[in-house]
């Protein structure tokens, strides 16, 4: 299996709402990423999980907060988000060995395209 | 901060044309450069990834080449098809682990 995959497929939610994006593959990969894509741009790293540690976050605004609850899982909450926000949510995973610089070639889920109202 | 530039920013060829996408990069200290294509509206498919002591990856009529002294990748794409038509984009990891996408290159192969 050399899938990853997402839900939703689409959310709408106003800017009051709590939701939650969900990430999953059965890769054995203990690399997981969150992207944010606007469109016709390029996809922008928010943060990286390694061994369900948070190792990367990328200055990201504290309305998204990450979760890696197991080594196949990944989710992405949103709380409190802004019309901006609206984007494309992109999940990746990929090879690691824990304490060495060894990230390999990143698979990516098909995304969840958000619309903040 | 790494930059990654693409050339050119979209390109439209006939189809059977043999064609080439750059990727250029200011921080030779790459560790991998992976390069993706993606169609409107979905994710990211990986085409190739060619490791920093590597110079080139081939898989079908795709290669890839990467030359870390001068900065630069290329994507060969050999005999187009209509179905090459996307947006293509390269990615390249640094020896810190953050990983940065060019600006892409959106392609149209002519029937």
């Known amino acids: 299996d050399t899938e990853v995959t997402q839900t939703p497929k689409h959310l709408v939610m106003g800017m009051t709402n709590k939701k939650s994006l969900k990430c999953e593959q059965h890769?054995?990969?203990?690399?997981m990423y969150w992207y944010k894509q606007k469109a016709k741009k390029p996809p922008e790293l928010m943060f990286v999980?390694?061994?369900?540690?948070?190792?990367i976050n990328e200055s990201v605004p504290s309305r998204f907060s990450p979760e890696c609850p197991n080594s196949s899982l990944l989710n992405l909450h949103l709380h409190a988000l802004q019309p901006e926000d609206s984007a494309l949510y992109l999940c990746a995973s990929s090879q690691t060995r824990a304490g060495r610089s060894s990230y390999n070639e990143q698979f990516f889920g098909p995304g969840t395209r958000l619309t903040v109202l | 901060k790494q930059e990654v530039t693409q050339i050119p920013a979209a390109l439209s060829v006939p189809e059977g044309e043999n064609l080439v996408l750059n990727c250029s990069f200011t921080d030779s200290a790459i560790y991998n450069l992976q390069w993706f294509r993606q169609d409107p509206g979905k994710g990211l498919t990986s085409l190739l990834l060619?490791?920093?002591?590597?110079r080139e990856q081939t898989s079908g009529r795709l290669n890839a080449s990467l030359d870390k002294s001068s900065g630069r990748s290329t994507l060969y794409i050999a005999a187009s098809q209509p179905g090459d038509s996307a947006t293509y984009l390269c990615?390249?990891?640094?020896?810190?682990?953050?990983?940065?996408f060019g600006t892409g290159t959106s392609l149209t192969v002519i029937p």
């Open positions: 060619i490791q920093s002591s590597q």
């Open positions: 890769m054995g990969h203990r690399a």
């Open positions: 999980y390694s061994y369900e540690k948070l190792s």
């Open positions: 990615a390249g990891r640094n020896t810190g682990n953050q990983f940065y």
